[in-house]
């Protein structure tokens, strides 16, 4: 017998679910699906069939025994995201003032860009279909 398995999407442990949401929906079009604020937020890309990114206060992470990382363990963790629009993105994210670590550049495999959330995460973008370029 097989079993269908699907990946719904992550969670991330934030120091303030609200900064999160609105840093995810107003720089890549997230929307907040689920809000329980200061506790927890939901939030979706790409309609009813798409992806969810859970965020979760690190109060309620610590409640659980997490502890909190360094942040060169949160830059560690990525975030990827893809655009078929990657330079009007990142023409996009200046204009509203966003930091870019990583301008868009060619690797061998892909097209890309590297943003860091208000918690350090690593927010990937890159151009197309992920594994397709």
């Not at 609200?18 to 927890?40: H, I, M, R």
């Not at 979706?44 to 969810?52: A, D, N």
């Amino acid at each position: 017998m097989t079993h269908e398995i699907r990946i719904e999407g992550l969670t991330l442990t934030v120091s303030d679910v609200k900064t999160s949401v609105d840093y995810y929906c107003n720089n890549f079009g997230f929307t907040l699906e689920w809000d329980a604020t200061p506790q927890f937020a939901m939030l979706r890309m790409g309609g009813v069939g798409g992806g969810t990114v859970g965020l979760l206060s690190w109060t309620e992470a610590e409640k659980e025994g997490a502890t909190k990382m360094t942040p060169l363990q949160a830059r560690a963790i990525h975030v990827e995201l893809s655009s078929d629009h990657l330079d009007e993105l990142y023409e996009a994210l200046i204009a509203k003032g966003v930091k870019i670590d990583v301008p868009p550049h060619t690797e061998a495999w892909e097209r890309a860009m590297t943003i860091f959330d208000p918690d350090g995460y690593s927010v990937e973008v890159a151009q197309g279909r992920r594994g397709k370029a």
